[in-house]
């Protein structure tokens, strides 16, 4: 099946720094890509949509300069948690559309943040 | 209150016994998404189905687009399949999935 990467898998960082997660698209070039944010024990929650050559789509209460999304090719999108705090500690997802018939999502393995 | 709602939340069993999940929606799809997430939290796309039903391995998933619902079943449970099962719906409308709350499952050998 199709695989997506998440860079890093995991990420312990200080209070008020910045932090990058890549998403990868390895087996299909995808124009769209969803950045998902899981708290222990609850759901995924949309964040944001990520289109490539524009800007991000984002969920009602996400902070579009918090969380910075760039999509600057058809394979790679990337998430900056910017001056990050305790709160942001949380398991991020990205997930790739691969657009046809059925628009079927395929999910990337995660990025595990805590902020100190 | 989900709009995608899932049966049970949590749900143990012994090596060897049939296992199901229910998930059922509220309005109409335009297709339904079955995934599997382990301790570690990767998540992995078991199915994607529209109508009828589907078969991979020990996995079968069904979908009745008039009751809005449909099932997961694990026949042959094995302690390897203990994860969260999800099931996430995209509405007709849109292009979002909506996931639902998770099953906990627990195969104990």
Redesign the interface.
């Known amino acids: 099946g199709a695989v997506v990467s998440q860079h890093p898998s995991w990420v312990i960082c200080k209070s008020g720094t910045s932090v990058k997660i890549e998403c990868r698209s390895l087996d299909f070039q995808a124009t769209t890509m969803f950045w998902y944010r899981q708290f222990p024990k609850q759901s995924l929650m949309l964040m944001a949509t990520s289109n490539e050559g524009s800007k991000a789509t984002y969920e009602q209460g996400v902070e579009k300069d918090k969380f910075l999304i760039n999509h600057a090719s058809l394979t790679l999108s990337t998430l900056t948690v910017t001056s990050a705090h305790p709160e942001d500690s949380s398991f991020y997802i990205c997930s790739s559309l691969r657009q046809g018939l059925y628009n079927e999502q395929f999910f990337g393995p995660g990025t595990r943040l805590t902020v100190l | 209150k989900?709009e995608v709602e899932q049966s049970p939340q949590n749900l143990t069993a012994q090596e060897g016994e049939f296992i199901t999940i229910n998930c059922s929606y509220s309005v109409g799809i335009?297709?339904l998404?079955w995934?599997q997430q382990h301790p570690?939290?990767?998540?992995?796309?078991l199915f994607?189905l529209?109508s009828g039903k589907k078969k991979h391995g020990r996995l079968i998933a069904t979908i009745n687009i008039q009751e809005k619902h449909s099932s997961l079943h694990i026949t042959a449970s094995h302690p390897r399949d203990s994860a969260v099962y999800?099931c996430?719906v995209?509405y007709s409308s849109g292009?979002?999935?909506t996931?639902?709350?998770?099953t906990q499952l627990t195969v104990n050998p």
């Open positions: 989900n335009s297709a998404h995934l570690g939290g990767g998540i992995v796309s994607m529209s999800i996430a995209k292009s979002r999935l996931f639902g709350e998770g």
